[in-house]
């Protein structure tokens, strides 16, 4: 019970001066393939990607999506550049004063300029090393020099994208959400190379996330984003992710980098960062209507009704509102399940160089829980629930506002402020065996406010070496108010077991450069973050009050080369840390923050346009993990351990076989832990072997996906025990797999895109579990055989 304790995410990208004084009347611009700044509250390092002619080919005749508003053509162009994968280049004066029409639909490159461009009397010429230039129709193309753009440090999130960044990274499309037989977010992340997923709730509702075997319950050591926005309740004093204020169909794509990001991204990312996109405001109004029927065996249906409505009011201002709401049962007893989640968006182009985003968030989720088993219940009926008084009811206010502001001679601010108020309570019944009646109803209900600001500014220095530098800050303030209290069943008494107030100031400076070399095959990109953080605890039941406070220096180091047009290496180390947690500081204070050296090495090999591979070797220490010592003690730094493994990843796209997708992928990892009673032993819930497959085929209006999962053993304790005990509390997790298949069928009718879907979640109704999370100990039966139908239309 931690007792102890939208659309579019990016902003526009500008154009941008090579570092040339402002007087000059000509400079050239770079619009480039993986450029996407996020508005994130810890946009990093920034660097140009050079496309090659080989690359450049590949490109020219893929097809991408659009959806750009008409307007000024400097925005359009920044917007374009956002989603293609070309270098674009013109000088400044020829879209001073012209404006675009605009881009929809799904184009090439060859399709997309021309179409982005009429009207405007420019055109664009294909240069003989690849990329484009613009210039006025009838003049012969001249050869510009190429210049860096300013990007956020994950870049744009696509499949392409990631295929430059300099660490293991995968991008959940929209397709694969939509298209894979997912149910949830947790059945779409169980995909992802590395990542193990809990399902608490059966529903979707607690995700409990864990990477390269660090421990997935409560999501406490990854760091969490929507939008480029941390979604944890308290990202410093409570990384638990005890609410999830988002639902599948509000997202585009899922960006996960699993590498270190510490330098960029702030604190706990040992495990990486996990970013949830929002589906972005389109181009022109329209509207979206979504059902989706979830049908388990023993009939209990769960519904998910989905509304989106938005679009470009004028040139300059785009407006969208998102409605979510997911009401029924999953196949278990006591699961019933409620949730509203209502999104509303804004974006709105002050001038041709600056815009304001805007966002407000309203979630709502109602859930019971229905808890883990005995073997013995378990084994008799995997669907019951034995815990009747297990539930949690949590609710949030969220709102982001965020200015950006780019420069002629290649600047660019970017203020990103947010906020957030809520709540949450678990209850449970008070007994630690699933078979015996509770005789206590305990509650533990949180109450969160928390709000920060980062103000980041990014530029060129255009010397001998070309360098990309960008240097932020940030402040966050954490308010929680924390109790526990219990009542008997028996009696109606009341009691309060604790009633406590945590504050947090945590404050952050940091700076990166990207050094450009060879050509721009080769970015090295140096960094630094310094972290203060100063805890406070107040117990309002006997008036103890304590103070602690930290510092940390958080150094990276990235490196990214593109040895020719089919090999791309990479390697990063990043110093990474976890902050004290609110409730360790009850004990004492003088407590460090954990600390972990992350390193990642690996290639990305493409040796034909229908073959992807990827190999990547990791290893992250730990040096002072924050122990529970006794009660009289309590935390102190004495923790170490050891995480390192290699991942493997294989995507073949047969010529023969058009439309035909294989993807696989091959996790191991070894973990052992250096230090205390279970010196030597494995960590908790660290599989050592993870496979996944998937099967896609496309053909026509048609497309079939079957995709699994196999996770080996793992042990559910630090002593590693084997054999399971009486109520399930303890002992091995068996190896299991699980398989989804979905077929999905788009059509129009009186001018209406249709998408029908029919999928079945669990296809061989596998028979599997996990151990249960705080009070409820014992076996957490996954979800059996589930069958989805899902109809969207849109107008």
């Not at 940390?552 to 990043?574: I, K």
Request: charged share 20%; net charge neutral.
């Amino acid at each position: 019970m931690e007792q102890h304790d939208r659309a579019d995410t990016g902003s526009s990208i500008d154009t941008r001066n090579n570092g040339k004084a402002p007087s000059l009347k000509r400079f050239t611009r770079s619009l480039l393939a993986y450029a996407f700044t996020t508005t994130t509250f810890t946009t990093t390092a920034i660097w140009a990607t050079s496309v090659h002619a080989a690359d450049a080919a590949i490109i020219t005749t893929a097809r991408t999506t659009y959806n750009i508003p008409p307007g000024p053509l400097e925005g359009a162009l920044n917007h374009y550049g956002r989603e293609a994968g070309i270098l674009l280049s013109y000088p400044t004066e020829l879209t001073a004063g012209r404006r675009s029409p605009g881009l929809t639909g799904t184009h090439s490159v060859q399709e997309a300029l021309p179409l982005l461009l009429a009207g405007t009397g420019l055109t664009a010429v294909a240069q003989p090393g690849g990329g484009w230039t613009l210039v006025k129709q009838g003049e012969p193309s001249k050869t510009l020099e190429e210049v860096t753009v300013s990007a956020d440090w994950l870049g744009s999130p696509t499949p392409k994208a990631a295929k430059k960044h300099p660490g293991a990274r995968t991008v959940i499309t929209n397709q694969e959400l939509t298209e894979s037989g997912a149910r949830t977010v947790e059945d779409v992340l169980r995909t992802v190379p590395g990542v193990r997923v809990l399902d608490e709730s059966g529903t979707g509702t607690l995700p409990n996330i864990g990477v390269r075997g660090l421990n997935p319950l409560r999501s406490e050591q990854v760091l969490v984003l929507v939008d480029g926005i941390p979604i944890t309740l308290a990202p410093y004093g409570q990384t638990g992710l005890s609410l999830f204020p988002l639902t599948i169909n509000s997202i585009e794509t899922i960006d996960v980098a699993r590498g270190g990001v510490a330098v960029h991204y702030g604190p706990n990312n040992v495990g990486g960062v996990i970013n949830f996109v929002t589906k972005q405001i389109p181009q022109k109004t329209s509207l979206t209507i979504k059902e989706t029927l979830s049908f388990a065996p023993n009939s209990q249906l769960l519904t998910d009704s989905y509304l989106r409505v938005g679009g470009f009011v004028s040139d300059k201002l785009g407006l969208q509102i998102q409605a979510n709401v997911i009401d029924g049962n999953s196949a278990r007893a006591h699961s019933k399940t409620a949730v509203t989640n209502l999104m509303l968006d804004a974006n709105w182009f002050v001038t041709d160089k600056a815009e304001i985003k805007a966002g407000l968030q309203y979630y709502k989720t109602e859930n019971e829980l229905p808890g883990a088993l005995t073997p013995q219940s378990y084994e008799r009926n995997r669907n019951q629930s034995t815990r009747p008084l297990d539930r949690f009811n949590g609710d949030t206010v969220r709102g982001h506002l965020i200015y950006n502001q780019y420069f002629d001679n290649g600047a660019e601010l970017s203020w990103t402020n947010f906020g957030h108020k809520s709540n949450r309570e678990f209850i449970f019944g008070n007994a630690t065996n699933a078979d015996i009646a509770s005789t206590q109803k305990q509650s533990a209900p949180r109450d969160f406010l928390v709000y920060g600001s980062e103000p980041r500014f990014t530029f060129n220095v255009d010397g001998g070496i070309k360098q990309k530098v960008s240097v932020g800050a940030r402040y966050m303030r954490e308010e929680v108010d924390y109790l526990v209290d219990a009542r008997t069943l028996a009696t109606g008494a009341y009691s309060v077991s604790r009633n406590w107030r945590f504050e947090n100031d945590a404050y952050a400076i940091y700076m990166s450069d990207t050094f450009i070399l060879l050509d721009n095959k080769l970015k090295i990109t140096p960094g630094i973050r310094r972290e203060q953080i100063d805890l406070y605890y107040r117990n309002n039941l006997t008036g103890a009050q304590t103070r602690n406070p930290t510092t940390d220096w958080l150094p990276g180091l990235d490196v990214g080369y593109q040895a020719n047009n089919e090999v791309f290496l990479f390697a990063n180390t990043h110093k990474s840390m976890r902050p004290v947690q609110f409730t360790q500081i009850t004990f004492a204070a003088d407590l460090a923050s954990e600390k972990a050296q992350n390193y990642e090495v690996g290639i990305r090999w493409t040796p034909t346009k229908n073959i992807d591979t990827t190999l990547t070797a990791f290893r992250f220490d730990f040096d002072n993990k924050l122990e529970f010592v006794n009660q009289l003690v309590g935390f102190r730094n004495l923790g170490k351990a050891r995480h390192q493994g290699v991942e493997t990843e294989f995507a073949w796209r047969p010529e023969q076989i058009l439309g035909l997708e294989l993807k696989t992928s091959y996790t191991y990892v070894d973990t052992k832990q250096l230090s205390g009673a279970f010196l030597g032993k494995e960590l908790p819930l660290a599989a050592h072997h993870q496979f996944n497959q998937r099967v896609n085929y496309r053909s026509g209006n048609w497309n079939w996906n079957l995709n699994g999962l196999y996770q080996s053993e793992s042990f559910s304790d630090g002593a590693n025990t084997v054999t399971e005990n009486a109520t399930g509390s303890v002992g091995k997790i068996p190896s299991y797999s699980v398989w989804n298949a979905q077929i999905t069928h788009n059509l129009r009718w009186s001018n209406k895109k249709i998408k029908a879907g029919l999928a079945i979640n669990n296809l061989f109704n596998s028979d599997y579990y996990f151990r249960g999370v705080d009070y409820s100990q014992g076996r957490l039966p996954a979800p059996g055989r589930t069958a989805l139908l899902s109809l969207q239309i849109d107008i």
